[in-house]
């Protein structure tokens, strides 16, 4: 469990196929992190499969590769990171599972004096949890919507998110990992099951 607050942004230090996944190795130095615990890559909760003086390595298997941008990922990107939420914390943004729903493509950004927002366009399924001033999380950062028209939706970035964040660096046709809200998800699955 993540809050979606990014602790910081690191380089992929390599990325290398092996059997059955892709191991991705990110320049981190957490003496703290230990085999087997959860860190949050661009959103995507990955294992902790290798430690080495200044790098974490994470095995992204098939589906993981297919459901998120991971697999776009080359030597020298920049990603978000979060290590997961121990009890006691203060939970910052909002609950944030790590279980990415999907990708959703960056179609504009709109930048001038008063404003810096992103407008994203989401797979026709994943719509229906996007609602206004709801909470989503966009590799891995945690935001709050504000605007919602048909698939498309937007999120207005602050300062200290476009710091600390990749998300003001990327273009138009990228593709964010997207995590939709885990309670719209619940209510709407729970009524659709009812057939409401």
Known sequence: MFSGIVE??????GVADGPMFRRLTLA??????GHGQSIAVNGVCL???????????????????????????VAGDLV???????????IDGHFVQGHVDG???LVDTV??????????????????????????TIDGVSLTVALVEGRA?????????????TLGSRQ???????????????IVSFLERRGA
Not at 129 to 136: A, F, N, R, T
């Open 153 to 165: 939706f937007e999120v207005a970035l602050i300062p200290t998110t476009l710091n600390l964040t």
């Open 47 to 73: 294992t902790v499969a290798d430690l080495a003086p200044g790098t974490v390595g994470f095995d992204v298997i098939a589906e993981t590769l297919s459901k998120t941008n991971l697999g776009l990922l």
């Open 28 to 33: 981190i130095d957490w003496p703290d992190v």
């Open 80 to 90: 978000n990171v979060e290590r997961s939420l121990r009890v006691g914390d203060r």
């Open 8 to 13: 910081k942004t690191v380089r992929v230090a």
């Open 172 to 186: 138009p046709g990228w593709t964010f990992n997207l995590e939709t809200d885990v309670i719209s998800k619940t």
């Open 111 to 136: 930048s001038n004096e008063t404003e810096f927002r992103l407008r994203i366009e989401t797979p026709y399924d994943l719509a229906k949890y996007i609602v206004p001033k709801g909470s989503v």
């Open 103 to 105: 990708v959703a493509r």
